[in-house]
């Protein structure tokens, strides 16, 4: 079974440029999940979609950053403008069901450097 | 706010010999869920192992147990005979809302070395 897909695993930018990161949950998994990892630190969720459905977004930065999960499989997230301070990893997740708490699968993430 | 704490940057063990990774959380909830996950170079996060607060018994996994104290909120990992391939940063994670498909909260992780 194919695990949670990311692309692209490493991404250099200037600030103030637009940047999307891609994922590809395991199949079948309606729960997917953006993360943020900052250097030494642990990752922070950014959102949570349930299906088509953002359920939590409440930690997205909304004035740059956007995310969507068309069809409720693939999901994109977006910053635009980036800025120094967004040099990270993100992170993607996925698991399966709506009942009790589920193993969350990651991806490799995509480490993100603005200059 | 919830949170999870882990206070050792750093920890050291000769392969074989078994190490105690810390960690305490903080919620008001009484149904909650405690992961240990391992991030490898590689920065693939792997679920370790998991820990229900319901249950009473603390969950093994071959090598890896954990001390779950309740009252006192934590959430200890053990690593019996630790391997080189054990090296990596372990991070505690909690889904502190109360049940469901939440998010995570992560602590700063752990560096754990292993001494051959």
């Known amino acids: 079974e194919a695990g949670v897909v990311q692309s692209p695993r490493y991404k250099i930018i200037e600030k103030k440029q637009p940047v999307a990161f891609w994922c590809n949950p395991i199949?079948?998994?309606?729960?997917l999940y953006w993360y943020r990892q900052n250097l030494g630190q642990g990752p922070e969720l950014l959102i949570r979609?349930?299906?088509?459905?953002?359920?939590?977004d409440s930690q997205l930065p909304k004035d740059r950053f956007s995310a969507e999960r068309l069809k409720g499989v693939d999901s994109t997230l977006k910053i635009q403008p980036a800025e120094l301070g967004d040099s990270a990893v993100y992170l993607c997740?996925?698991?399966?069901?709506?009942?009790?708490?589920?193993?969350?699968?990651f991806g490799p993430g995509t480490r993100l450097t603005v200059t | 706010a919830q949170t999870v704490t882990q206070s050792q940057p750093e920890m050291s063990v000769q392969e074989a010999e078994t190490v105690t990774l810390s960690c305490t959380y903080d919620?008001?909830?009484?149904?909650?869920?405690l992961f240990w996950y391992k991030q490898p170079p590689s920065r693939q996060m792997i679920l370790v192992i998991r820990?229900?607060?319901?249950?009473?018994q603390n969950a093994t996994e071959n090598r890896f147990s954990v001390n779950f104290q309740k009252a006192a909120k934590s959430f200890s990992l053990k690593i019996s005979d630790s391997q080189l391939g054990d090296a990596a940063m372990y991070f505690c994670?909690?889904?502190?809302?109360?049940?469901?498909?939440?998010?995570?909260?992560f602590g700063k992780g752990t560096h754990l070395i292993i001494q051959p």
């Open positions: 997740a996925s698991s399966y069901g709506l009942a009790g708490v589920l193993e969350q699968y």
């Open positions: 199949s079948g998994h309606n729960t």
């Open positions: 979609y349930e299906n088509e459905e953002a359920v939590d």
């Open positions: 919620t008001s909830e009484s149904d909650y869920y």
């Open positions: 820990q229900e607060a319901y249950k009473q």
């Open positions: 994670a909690a889904s502190l809302s109360g049940g469901g498909a939440d998010g995570l909260t």
